[in-house]
Every structure is written in C-alpha cells, then in structure tokens.
C-alpha cells in the first residue's frame, strides 16, 4: 500500500517506530505524500530517518499544522522551499544531525507556536526574522553552534512563554527587549555561551517567571535588586559567571 493514495487523510501518526534506515534516501517517501493534500499532522519523530530533507517536503499539504521530525538522524540544511508550508504551527526538528544556517524565511512562518531546533549543528547568527513569529510560545535552539548577539526583535514574540539558547557560542549582551517579554512564564535558559555585561535591571519585570539559568557565561556587574520582584521564580541559576551576588533585605523568602 502507498501511504499516499490516501488523499483524505488529514493525520499520519508513525512516531516512536524503528523505521527508515538512516541512509541517505531515508526521507524519500515523503514525496509521495504530496497527495496528501488534506494532511494537517505528520508525526514521524523517534525513527531511524537518516538523509537530508528532500525538497518535496515543501509540497507537503498547505493545511499541515503540525510537522515532527525531531530524535532522528536527518542531516544537510533546512529546505529553502520549507516556507511554502504557511499554516505550521509547531516545527520540531531537534535531536537530529542538521546543519548550516538556520533560514532567514523562518520569520515567515508566522503562525508559529512552536519551534524546535535544539541538538542539531546549526551554525551562524539567530535571524533576527524570528521576531516576526508573534504567535510563538515556545522556542527552543539549544545545543547548537549558533553565534552572534541575541537577536533584540525577539522581543517581538510577546507569546512567548520558554526560551532556551543555552549551550551555544553567543555573545554580546543580554537584550533588554527580553526583560519586557511578560509573557515568560516557563523558563529563560541562556546558560553555557559567552555572553558579557549585566543582568539587566529590567529582569525585574519578568514577575512571571519560574525558572531563570544565565550560568557559565561572562557576565560582570551585581545582581540588580529588581530580581526580588521576580517572586514566582522557583529556579536561579548564576554558576559560573562574574556577578557580584548581593542578598537585598527586600527580597523575599
């Protein structure tokens, strides 16, 4: 049977499988669901699919919401042609052996919730196009090889609620867009990179935070005592860098 005889299916669900036999035709399949053209969902993280993307995932079903291929072992770049599918809302491509740039296009997925591009190779700067994604909840690029600053138009993305850059080769400062992200309520991870400057006094306005970990970079300066007004925050971590730590009598508990 051809999977992709079925044109009405709308959910194709092969995650947690031991398919595909990480070669480098392991992905051609996809080109048959093309025919597909009601699909909104396609699972198939957690397999053996090894290979580069063939460009036919970009003519995928237009209707795709959901595309997870992450815990692979897919490798090359990101299709340029990937933003043909403007209607994803959740991208997850992490744990796999991707590389290159991460694509300046990206900032035109703009109905993103989430994006996962963490455990890959990515190398390059973080396109500053993300802070166009102003739906995004979720965006997780740790464990990559990413440099440059931290892009200030993320501040753009006022949904979003985790983010973790951790354990790249970033530097320059932390923005103080980011402080004004009320909409973190789950956790900002910049740890492991070779970030400089303060903490910013404006971390003070993430009062909605629960976790913060800006370990193992080079930061200087003190603690600003803003921070105890961050007073759900059930996780700090400052290991490893050059703050000078002072506990303010206003702080709580």
Known sequence: MNIGDLKHLQRLDLSDNPLGINDSTGLNFLTSLTNCTNMRILRLNANNHGGALPDSVANLSTKLTSLRLEKNYISGGIPDNLENLINLENLAMSQNMLTGHIPEFIGKLTKLQGLYLSGNNFIGE???SIGNISLLSVLEMQ???LDGIIPVSLGNCRRLQALDLSQNRLTGTIPEELMDLFSLTLSLSLAHNSITGPLPIEVGNLINLGRLDVSDNRLSGELPPSLGSCEVLEFLS????????????HWKN
């Open 238 to 249: 400052l290991q490893v860098t050059f703050l000078k730590v002072q506990f303010h009598h």
């Open 143 to 145: 464990g990559n090889m």
């Open 126 to 128: 973080i396109p500053p």
